[in-house]
């Protein structure tokens, strides 16, 4: 009975040791984008040229732009898509890129990239290949964190005021790109105008 309950204390005393680093790596990672935040520091060009704050109207001139120089086609799904390359192997061929751009007070400052394999590959696949290509050109990922969706790892590029978050999909792989500054004035904006719903709803009660 001492061996099992010696065991069963030791395996608790292992969980709470891993879960202890888990969240100082997590406090460390966010003391991190505070200093990149507060570094000055701006990277604005992202995927296929779009740039961080970009109106839009200028998006959508960028897009009819790349449209013109053949880097853009309609798939399918009749939808506007980037054909990529990310391996030399064939699981790292015939992929595409659709995305959907965010704004705030009418500028660009964050783009979700959907990748899929139209032949061979997975999502868990297309992903990992995603992030040695980003490896490739960015150095290697600041930070991995564990999907609130699945078991799956997302991982993290922070530079200046550029976050990069590749991810796995149900169906695809996602890459985030976003602006820090611009995020943090959004959800500050988002926050204040919800204390500003929940005052009328509390005064209309």
Known sequence: MRKIFNIILAFTICISCNEQKAKEKEVDFENRIETEINSGIRNDTIFVGYVFGMSKREFAQKTKDLQKEGKLFVNESNTLAYK?????????????????????????????????????????????????????????????????LDDYDNYIWIDGNRHIKIAAGFNDARIFYTDLLAKREFENGKEIQQKSELKKTKSDL
């Open 84 to 148: 990529m390359t990310i391996a030399e192997n064939d699981f790292g061929k015939d992929l595409e890129a659709t995305y959907s751009p965010e704004f705030y007070n009418e500028k660009l400052f964050e783009l979700g990239v959907s990748v899929k394999s139209t032949k061979y590959s997975t999502p868990e696949l297309t992903q990992l290949q995603l992030v040695n290509l980003f490896t490739g050109k960015y150095g290697s990922y600041d930070h991995k964190e564990k999907s609130v």
